[in-house]
């Protein structure tokens, strides 16, 4: 099974700061991966797929970048409403798998 | 719009079964598969396989196998996940995601989620 890391697992941050995911993966997936945005109590909300194309409706201030084993998730402007748990998903090989999230707090 | 509706919560006893729907709307189910994920409180997100809405092509996640049913009727563009054998570790929110079939995947869209309890 293809492993995904993400570090960090919890971030401290404040509204206006630049925020950067780091997701890396135990053998190269190309560029199939996504990234998912979840809230306590919510299912979990698609922001970004095929490691960097902006899922329709999300804000501009998310973007994806990586290919291969190195992948980056980046909030440009860290929003009240983006604090939220942040996951990364391949889709490259079955099973599927995500990595094990990352809590943005202020 | 696009709508999955997942069945209502259940408490379940050890060793008893639990088949939780996820009553799809506003797309063609033969264009897509349905993904189900689980979330036990308070960790992280767990594959654990996929219908295909098309031929009903199925993959399950290894852990599960022998497990796990995903069934599908295409009358009502429902989906359906049975877990048996049920262990207090089940306990957790499983939801259905829809994923276009093809090269790309991506869940766009998801269910509310269904808490199934495993407890004594």
């Known amino acids: 099974d293809i492993q995904l890391t993400q570090s960090p697992s919890f971030l401290s941050a404040s509204v206006g700061d630049r925020v950067t995911i780091t997701c890396r993966a135990s053998q190269g997936?190309?560029?199939?991966?996504?990234?998912?945005?979840?809230?306590?109590?919510?299912?979990?909300?698609?922001?970004?797929?095929?490691?960097?194309?902006?899922?329709?409706?999300?804000?501009?201030?998310?973007?994806?970048?990586?290919?291969?084993?190195?992948?980056?998730?980046?909030?440009?402007?860290?929003?009240?409403?983006?604090?939220?748990?942040?996951?990364c998903q391949q889709l490259n090989t079955y099973p599927l798998t995500f990595g094990g999230g990352t809590k943005v707090e202020i | 719009q696009v709508q999955l509706v997942q069945s209502g919560a259940e408490v379940k006893k050890p060793g008893a079964s639990v088949k939780v729907s996820c009553t799809t709307s506003g797309y063609t189910f033969s264009t897509h598969a349905i993904h189900w994920v689980r979330q036990a409180p308070g960790q992280g997100l767990e594959w654990m396989g996929r219908i295909s809405g098309y031929n009903g092509n199925r993959n399950y996640e290894q852990s599960l196998q022998g497990r796990v049913t995903m069934t599908t009727d295409t009358s009502t563009s429902t989906a359906y996940m049975e877990l048996r054998s049920l262990k207090s570790d089940d306990t957790a929110v499983y939801y259905c995601a829809r994923a276009p079939l093809g090269p790309y995947i991506n869940f766009d869209y998801w269910g509310q989620g269904t808490l199934v309890t495993v407890s004594s």
């Open chain 1, 29 to 87: 997936i190309s560029n199939f991966l996504a990234w998912y945005q979840q809230k306590a109590g919510k299912a979990p909300k698609l922001l970004i797929y095929a490691a960097s194309t902006l899922q329709s409706g999300v804000p501009s201030r998310f973007s994806g970048r990586g290919s291969g084993t190195e992948f980056t998730l980046t909030i440009g402007s860290l929003q009240p409403e983006d604090f939220a748990t942040y996951y």
